[in-house]
């Protein structure tokens, strides 16, 4: 009893709270394995091409480029996670999906407009169609991660 005569009610731990969901973990891990190696690949081609030959193809270099920083901000996002992070991967997963169909129909539609090819081109056919099945899967996995 305490001073003042009443029973002290018992101390309890906190309710645990919600662990926090890693967006890098468990498959999210080879989203980040996998948007690490498109973001090298994309940013690598994109420099050695546009130092080379920018003249030749400018568009589909600069898509290229673009396509390296939606990469390389997905996988940051992952990596950091969080509620914040989780959104913005979420939108830029959106983005990098509505950018290889626009880009993969267009370069189907008017190949004349790509004397070269780009990350997203026949949406992503010359990367086995990665660049199409990435965002869909990320989109996926970030969906469910909202729910965990």
């Avoid at 169909?101 to 992503?124: C, K, Q, R």
């Amino acid at each position: 009893m305490s001073d003042t005569g009443r029973a002290d009610a018992p101390t309890s731990p906190a309710p645990e709270q919600r662990q926090k969901f890693e967006l890098g973990s468990g498959p999210g891990r080879v989203l980040v394995w996998f948007y690490g190696v498109f973001t090298v690949a994309a940013a690598s081609r994109s420099i050695v091409e546009m130092i080379l030959d920018f003249g030749k193809a400018p568009l589909a270099y600069t898509l290229s480029a673009v396509a390296a920083v939606v990469y390389g901000f997905i996988t940051y996002s992952l990596v950091r996670g969080g509620e914040k992070a989780r959104r913005a991967a979420l939108m830029c997963c959106a983005a990098e999906l509505a950018g290889v169909l626009i880009v993969g129909t267009w370069t189907l539609v008017e190949p004349s407009a790509f004397p070269d090819s780009t990350v997203w081109s026949g949406f992503g056919m010359g990367y086995l169609f990665i660049p199409v099945i990435l965002p869909v899967t990320g989109m996926i996995w970030l969906r469910r991660a909202r729910q965990a």
